[in-house]
């Protein structure tokens, strides 16, 4: 796409759920666009951001914790308040980016397109990409005041699902449980970080580490993102998608989606759910292993 951009367009056209650096740089400040900053964890309020992004907050109010359960998605009404506090209008465009790569900006991905918001994409290496192509950072001081917008949340059902969906699609030879957490966890080989899961994998599933859709932050092209699910979801299109806390996860479902995949579920709870002690079966050992890069 070109530079001649109408200055009072609302919202900008996306050329796909993943965009660039420039592409985002061109269209900083024009009415239209929001950038938000997913950071999780340790990044999560960093020192610096990109002008005028703000703060998608998953470790905070953009989680449910009326729960157990880390990360898991808010309702709608709870939603659809913190997107217009954060001044998202339901006609503008929005691109989500996080300081650690593709890794938490995926879930807000998500999260957008699970209430119905189409106009969303995830910045392509994130943080560090924008400031290795030199564009202009700014001091994470308090944002200033946002006018609210008019998001509302309108929730597509399926796009998260429970364990009972979950165990569905592990009795179903059509569908692929593809679990994004680190091949020692997978395995049963690593203790898992937070306390009182049991180690190891859903019997069925397979283990894709979300880095191997990745290269040095950036996900990788296209026709290697298709050999990578091809091999391992062969012919089967239902894809389900897990992890530790249902963050990572989102990043195989947005590279699913890259690489051609439609109607793809991310298991909200995850191994933070799965791994509870439980009548839900749990195996160690290999059972699946993603290609090699």
């Not at 239209?32 to 964890?41: I, K, M, N, Q, Y």
């Not at 309020?45 to 002008?51: K, Q, V």
């Not at 191994?271 to 050992?285: A, F």
Request: aromatic share 6%; net charge negative.
């Amino acid at each position: 796409m070109g530079d001649d951009i109408p200055a009072h367009t609302s919202g900008q056209e996306l050329p796909g759920p993943l965009v660039g650096a420039d592409w985002t740089a061109r269209r900083l400040g024009r009415p239209g666009l929001v950038v938000l900053d997913a950071s999780v964890g340790a990044h999560r309020g960093g020192e610096r951001r990109i002008p005028g992004a703000r703060a998608f907050d998953i470790d905070g109010t953009l989680s449910d914790h009326s729960g157990p359960l880390p990360h898991t998605m808010p309702g709608a009404g709870r939603f659809t308040e913190e997107l217009r506090s954060l001044g998202v209008n339901d006609g503008d465009t929005v691109v989500v980016y996080d300081a650690a790569g593709v890794y938490s900006s995926a879930r807000a991905w998500w999260m957008l397109r699970a209430m119905g918001f189409d106009r969303v994409a995830v910045l392509d290496g994130g943080l560090s990409a924008w400031a290795d192509a030199g564009l202009p950072l700014e001091s994470a001081r308090p944002a200033p005041a946002t006018p609210p917008g008019d998001f509302t949340a309108r929730p597509r059902p399926g796009m998260f699902v429970g364990a009972e969906e979950v165990a569905a699609a592990l009795a179903d030879p059509a569908a692929a449980v593809l679990d994004a957490r680190s091949a020692d966890r997978f395995t049963g080989t690593a203790a898992e970080p937070r306390p009182g899961l049991r180690s190891g994998h859903m019997p069925g599933a397979v283990n894709l580490p979300f880095g191997e859709l990745q290269r040095a932050g950036r996900m990788r092209p296209v026709d290697e993102l298709r050999a990578v699910f091809a091999a391992l979801a062969g012919e089967r299109e239902r894809l389900v998608v897990s992890c530790g806390s249902g963050v990572t996860a989102c990043v195989l479902a947005l590279g699913a989606e890259l690489a051609g995949y439609r109607g793809q579920a991310v298991y909200d709870g995850s191994w933070s759910e799965w791994g509870l002690p439980s009548q839900r079966p749990v195996v160690t050992g290999a059972g699946g292993a993603p290609p090699a890069p």
